[in-house]
């Protein structure tokens, strides 16, 4: 099992940064992707940024098409996090925002609790 704990997040004013933060604890030696997915009110849930690799070493990344240049996403390993930096933030970036997870050998996957970017003047 895979426990994932989301911090940060807000509301901020166009063209802001945010930055979210995603601590993976219990079997993180297992995650072979991590990243973040957002959902808009109406809207289906769409991928943020995501890394793929364990936890443990390197990893490639990708990022959805919106966010691709404005969006950048880190990971500390020596704190089991995932951060992502949000900058150039637009109206259209607002939602509840996921952490997310896959195990490597099973393919479960975890998601975080979720946490409410807004985005507004």
């Known amino acids: 099992q895979v426990q994932l704990v989301e911090s940060g997040g807000g509301l901020v004013q166009p063209g802001g940064s945010l930055r979210l933060s995603c601590a993976a604890s219990?079997?993180?030696?297992?995650?072979?992707?991590m990243g973040w997915y957002r959902q808009a009110p109406g809207k289906q849930r769409e991928l943020v940024a995501r890394?793929?690799?364990?936890?443990?070493?390197?990893?490639?990344?990708k990022f959805g098409d919106s966010v691709r240049g404005r969006f950048t996403i880190s990971r500390d390993n020596a704190k089991n996090t995932v951060v992502l930096q949000m900058n150039k933030l637009k109206p259209e970036d607002t939602g509840v925002y996921f952490c997310?997870?896959?195990?490597?050998?099973?393919?479960?996957?975890?998601w975080g609790q979720g946490t409410q970017v807004t985005v507004s003047s």
């Open positions: 997310h997870a896959e195990d490597g050998n099973t393919e479960d996957e975890y």
């Open positions: 219990g079997s993180i030696s297992s995650i072979h992707a």
């Open positions: 890394m793929v690799g364990r936890i443990t070493g390197r990893g490639s990344t």
